[in-house]
DNA sequence: ACATTTGTTAACCAATTGGTTAAACTATAT
DNA sequence: ATATAGTTTAACCAATTGGTTAACAAATGT
């Protein structure tokens, strides 16, 4: 119960809940271990949400939805593509940091359950490469831009974002740095990965 | 079973615990099923391997001593800035191919268990940044590539290389592929991420 | 005031799980 | 042949786990 006031139980529940499954993955996680975190019995739990699934599920989906407008907003709003990458990189990194835990639960949990991304593509507002695309042709044809596909222009903005929170043990590790030191990596790259990107995509 | 020679019972079942292990991960793994997978005796298992957590490290350890020798190429050897990266990002992508559970497994794991990365530093093959460090930092008071840091060229090799393995079911997702499909993407990124971080870092 | 719904708890339960045991089987040495 | 050490198995065990139940308390409606 880190937070002192959540509005209702089924918040208190979905806080903790979050804590556990993220931090422990949805097989490490104990039904017991999250009623202590949110301070209620275990039946509590079972009444709320009826299952250890659906508790999950419910964690599962809140985590994403926090995560989907993010990348809609790189691939849906109207800026250049060197305005979108800016952004992105400095938005992205500054939210990650305040949630560590997100990109490598999703990720994790998305792996051992490949079926459960069908369900969230249903939903709307889930992220296209449609508009993306047409912009990053559309820049490549008209020399703004050295020959790249949307898909792997995509595919290495995400991963200059996301990986080094996803691996920061191993990173960690490598580079020989602590907590405090690799917080510093993470905040040069809120400019780096962005400079990164531009300089290798633009037209010389 | 899969392979149908293993030498021995105790290879066998590591072979067993790594199909299981590297797919459901520590806590989701059961006992039980790496018997069968191996096809013997659960009591077999610890009569080789003392313990679950026994097996499990047996089996994470013999997974990064392959991971290493692959990140130590391009940190010790003597070929250029760019010859490393042209080599690491094809040798990389084409061994992950055939591995593709073992990066995220590792990751996971370690993330899981972030002291166990104390027990993998000891060894006199682990990964480490020093010669490469030196070398970036020349090429780049020379005037070779651009300044960056050597640290952030290595997050970047790693997260452009490793990430799209990582991250599969939701690149899938976000890129509307298929299985074939994405393979070609990552048959496409042997030559096109190491063109993407040379331009990005070389001298104009 | 009383009944009914909603929230909460402790005790319980069946299934699963990692791990053990004791007996049996196999090979090797003497 | 017989003892000895190593290998394999089925049955068993205690602990854990997700989930249920039945009784109780607190609101809520009438």
Same mark, same amino acid.
């Given at each position: 119960?880190?937070?002192?006031?959540?509005?209702?139980?089924?918040?208190q529940?979905?806080?903790?809940?979050?804590?556990?499954?993220?931090?422990?993955?949805?097989?490490?996680?104990?039904?017991?271990?999250?009623?202590?975190k949110?301070?209620?019995?275990?039946?509590?739990?079972h009444?709320?949400y009826?299952?250890?699934?659906?508790?999950?599920?419910?964690?599962?989906?809140?985590?994403?939805?926090?995560?989907a407008?993010?990348?809609?907003?790189?691939?849906?709003?109207?800026?250049?593509?060197?305005?979108?990458?800016?952004? #992105?990189?400095?938005?992205?990194?500054?939210?990650?940091?305040?949630?560590?835990?997100?990109?490598?639960?999703?990720?994790?949990?998305?792996?051992?359950?490949?079926?459960?991304?069908?369900?969230?593509?249903?939903?709307k507002?889930?992220?296209?490469?449609?508009?993306?695309?047409?912009?990053?042709?559309?820049?490549?044809?008209?020399?703004?831009?050295?020959?790249?596909?949307?898909?792997?222009? #995509?595919?290495?903005?995400?991963?200059?974002?996301?990986?080094?929170?996803?691996?920061?043990?191993?990173?960690?590790?490598?580079?020989?740095t602590?907590?405090?030191?690799?917080?510093?990596?993470?905040?040069?790259?809120?400019?780096?990965?962005?400079?990164?990107?531009?300089?290798?995509?633009?037209?010389?």
């Open positions: 119960m880190s937070k002192a006031k959540d509005k209702n139980k089924e918040e529940i979905l806080n903790a809940a979050k804590t556990i499954f993220q931090s422990k993955g949805m097989s490490g996680a104990r039904m017991q271990e999250i009623a202590d949110a301070g209620i019995n275990k039946a509590m739990l009444y709320y009826r299952s250890k699934q659906l508790l999950f599920e419910a964690v599962f989906k809140n985590a994403f939805s926090l995560l407008p993010q990348l809609n907003a790189i691939l849906n709003d109207d800026s250049s593509i060197e305005e979108k990458i800016k952004n #992105f990189t400095s938005n992205y990194i500054t939210f990650i940091i305040k949630h560590p835990y997100l990109p490598n639960f999703i990720i994790q949990e998305l792996n051992r359950n490949p079926e459960f991304i069908l369900k969230l593509k249903e939903d507002g889930f992220p296209n490469l449609d508009k993306f695309k047409i912009q990053v042709d559309e820049d490549v044809k008209k020399g703004f831009i050295k020959p790249i596909s949307a898909e792997q222009l #995509f595919i290495n903005i995400l991963a200059l974002n996301i990986f080094p929170f996803v691996a920061k043990p191993l990173i960690m590790a490598f580079t020989n602590d907590d405090k030191n690799y917080k510093e990596l993470m905040e040069d790259r809120k400019t780096e990965v962005a400079n990164f990107i531009i300089n290798s995509i633009k037209s010389t």
